[in-house]
């Protein structure tokens, strides 16, 4: 079952602009995470946000959680190339199963 | 280093012809768990070890199987592998659960033919 999808599928924008993406769930988590995916290789954590946490902040990157709206989004401010990824969101209800949404393609031109 | 270490990287094999992935982890980690993935259907968890000698079903372990016989290893065996398992898999561990940060290997690359 498919419990977490992002929006969009995917997103080109120009080195120095904001990029948002989406993620929304169906039932109730514990937490949420976002990963980054470089070209095929392993994913990278970026950020966890706990079910009672509204916001949360880590260098450039901002997560919001509404659980009224089982939503979540991502934002990179200020992006750079290197910020060229694909990028996931994944969600836990149940204790050891973690769910895996299919991912927001980010592209940064220079 | 901390690192989740896959093996192979790439292997390409046949039909019905046994073959186990390893994994290994030097973080001390309680929690592992394998994905695939494939083009559209994002990661999809196969199985997962909350502990040694505790394995549990993710969402797609139909013709996987996995052992938890030390807490460093996790491999993931294809008994009879079929082209449909041709995929790009993933194993991951965390310090005690699905509820903590992931740290993921560099990958498998699996073709079936």
């Known amino acids: 079952s498919q419990q977490g999808e992002e929006d969009p599928q995917a997103l080109s924008i120009q080195e120095g602009e904001n990029a948002t993406m989406n993620c929304s769930y169906k039932?109730?988590?514990?937490?949420l995470q976002w990963y980054r995916q470089n070209s095929g290789r392993g994913l990278v954590h970026l950020i966890l946000?706990?079910?009672?946490?509204r916001e949360k902040h880590s260098g450039r990157l901002r997560v919001t959680l509404d659980t009224s709206k089982k939503s979540s989004s991502l934002l990179i401010t200020a992006s750079r190339a290197a910020d060229t990824a694909s990028y996931f969101c994944?969600?836990?209800?149940?204790?050891?199963?973690?769910?895996f949404g299919q991912g927001t393609e980010l592209s940064v031109k220079p | 280093e901390a690192q989740v270490t896959q093996n192979p990287r790439y292997l390409i094999t046949v039909t019905g012809k046994k073959l186990t992935v390893t994994c290994s982890q030097n973080m001390n980690h309680e929690y592992m768990s394998w994905y695939r993935q494939d083009p559209g259907l994002g990661l999809r968890q196969i199985y997962y070890s909350m502990n040694v000698e505790v394995t549990d079903k993710g969402d797609v372990p139909e013709g996987y199987k996995v052992s938890r016989k030390e807490k460093r290893n996790f491999p993931l065996i294809l008994e009879s592998p079929s082209p449909n398992q041709t995929s790009l898999y993933f194993c991951?561990?965390?310090?005690?659960?699905?509820?903590?940060?992931?740290?993921f290997g560099d990958g498998t690359r699996l073709s079936i033919l």
């Open positions: 994944a969600t836990d209800a149940t204790q050891g199963k973690l769910i």
């Open positions: 991951a561990s965390s310090l005690d659960g699905s509820n903590q940060p992931q740290h």
């Open positions: 039932t109730s988590i514990n937490n």
């Open positions: 946000i706990r079910s009672n946490e």
